[in-house]
């Protein structure tokens, strides 16, 4: 946790740090988790926001950025019509080179200190993801939301600049851990959902379900 000026017990401290926004990624997905299951603790956060409110009365509302018709416009450059296939740039690999491959969980790498993380989230989804890149390996964890419906599978994605989307495989279980793809703060990581097994030639179908920018830590 980070340091903290309040004097307080410690679920106190870890509330109010939470509310300020003082917590990093991993610190604060935790929160979460705790805000769900521990009454107390979802008491203590709610006490911190009441108290603090009134500091919001010196600022304007703003409205956060919206990158998701963005994140659409990579990932779909023609309006999506049903049961079609978009092509991206020219030159795309014909549909018998590419093998979508299910993410499987690989053995607990030694502890790495992350270099870039996501907030992976849409407006219109409950779905949220948590992505780090630490080392040569990706973690990817739901944080929110549940497995796709039946028939269908999530997938994820990386998207570099207005570069065609690359697939990073077919989600099955609710945290992953990959080998990392090659990244740089900027690029995008998207998920989506698709037909059983993923998106027909490699290419994503469905709507975008959760999309957010690597960041450097």
């Keep these: 946790m980070t340091s ?7 679920d106190d401290s870890l509330a109010a ?5 003082a917590l990093d990624l991993a610190e ?18 709610n006490d911190w926001q009441n108290r603090l409110s009134e500091l919001n009365d010196d600022y304007a509302e703003a409205e956060a950025p919206n990158l998701l018709p963005q994140i659409e416009a990579r990932l779909f450059p ?13 030159g795309a690999l014909s549909a018998g080179a590419i093998a979508v491959a299910a993410l499987v969980m690989l ?12 907030e992976l989230s849409a407006a219109a989804s ?3 993801y948590a992505a780090a890149i630490a080392g040569d390996q990706l973690t990817l964890t739901r944080i929110a939301g549940t497995d796709a419906e ?4 999530y997938e994820l994605w990386i998207i570099e600049g207005d570069k065609a989307p690359v697939s ?20 995008v990581l998207a998920i989506t959902l698709e037909p059983k097994g993923g998106g027909p030639d490699g290419k994503p179908t469905g709507p975008v379900l959760a999309a957010g920018p690597l960041k450097n830590i």
Excluded: N
Excluded at 168 to 187: D, E, M, N, Q, R
């Design 4 to 10: 903290t000026p309040f004097d307080l017990p410690e």
């Design 17 to 21: 740090e939470y509310v300020l926004g």
């Design 28 to 45: 604060r997905t935790a929160a979460e988790a705790r805000v769900k299951r521990d009454p107390a603790f979802a008491v203590l956060v």
């Design 78 to 90: 023609q309006a999506p019509r049903p049961r079609r296939w978009f092509g991206w740039a020219a």
């Design 107 to 118: 053995p607990p790498p030694a502890p790495v200190a992350p270099t870039m993380t996501a």
């Design 126 to 128: 409950p779905l949220r």
């Design 150 to 153: 039946a028939g269908k599978d």
């Design 168 to 187: 990073l495989g077919v989600l099955t279980t609710a945290s992953v851990t990959i080998p990392a793809p090659k990244a740089a703060a900027g690029y």
